[in-house]
Structures are given as structure tokens and as C-alpha cells.
């Protein structure tokens, strides 16, 4: 059985970091993208970053890049977002995803992606 456990989300003040934590487990690690995305009230969902283990390949949404970063630990399963800078922009509901698509469809996969967790609510005050 295919699981995703998210951990980390909270409230933070804007210009704060907070590290996001996904534990997988019930499929191949380094086959799958794994990475998150996020839903704020009224907008839609958006695929925010992913990492592909087996090659280190990744993707980061533009509103993003040079804020966030994400790893993965493959000995442990887990990947992680490390998020700094953080703008009330960035509230939202975060879910991790796994996918077996190459990372630069990520983008494309907010209906259709293989495997969700269940979210963490991250909320940004100005």
C-alpha cells in the first residue's frame, strides 16, 4: 500500500522558514517524482517542486525559486522542502505527491498525479 505522511506545516511569520516532511513507503523510492503541491482558498492547485532521487532531478514553480529547496534522504524515504522567505502568498494546504513522470511534468499533473497525501495546512501572516 502506497503511503504519503506529511509533517512540518504550521504558522509562521512572513520572511520565516518552515521544512516540509514527506515519508513514503509501498512503492520504489528513486522511480517516482516526489514532491508537493498546494491549494489556496479559491485558487487552483498548483505544483510547487519535486524531486526525482534516481537522478537528482528536479522542478521548482517560478513564484518559488531561490526561496525554497527540496532533498530527499534516500536511506530514509523522505523528502523535504526547506522553505525560507516565506510570503503570506505561500498559504496554503501542501500535499506531497508521487508520480512516475519525469519532474518537468509536473506542472501538468494537479488532476492525474499517481499518489496524494492527505495535506498540511501552512499559513504565512503578514
Known amino acids: 500500500e502506497v503511503q504519503l505522511v506529511e509533517s512540518g506545516g504550521g504558522l509562521v511569520q512572513a520572511g520565516g522558514s518552515l521544512r516540509l516532511s514527506c515519508k513514503a513507503s509501498?512503492?520504489?523510492?528513486?522511480?517516482?517524482?516526489i514532491g508537493w503541491f498546494r491549494q489556496a482558498p479559491g485558487k487552483e492547485r498548483e505544483g510547487v517542486s519535486c524531486?526525482?532521487?534516481?537522478?537528482?532531478?528536479?522542478y521548482y514553480v517560478d513564484s518559488v525559486k531561490g526561496r525554497f529547496t527540496i532533498s530527499s534522504d534516500n536511506a530514509k524515504n523522505t523528502v523535504y522542502l526547506q522553505m525560507n522567505s516565506l510570503e503570506p502568498e505561500d498559504t496554503a494546504v501542501y500535499y506531497c505527491?508521487?508520480?512516475?513522470?519525469?519532474?518537468?511534468?509536473?506542472?501538468?499533473?494537479?488532476?492525474?498525479?499517481?499518489?496524494w497525501g492527505q495535506g498540511t495546512q501552512v499559513t504565512v501572516s503578514a
Open positions: 505527491v508521487a508520480d512516475r513522470r519525469a519532474p518537468y511534468f509536473w506542472p501538468l499533473l494537479r488532476q492525474v498525479a499517481n499518489h
Open positions: 509501498g512503492f520504489t523510492f528513486g522511480d517516482y517524482a
Open positions: 524531486i526525482r532521487s534516481r537522478d537528482g532531478s528536479t
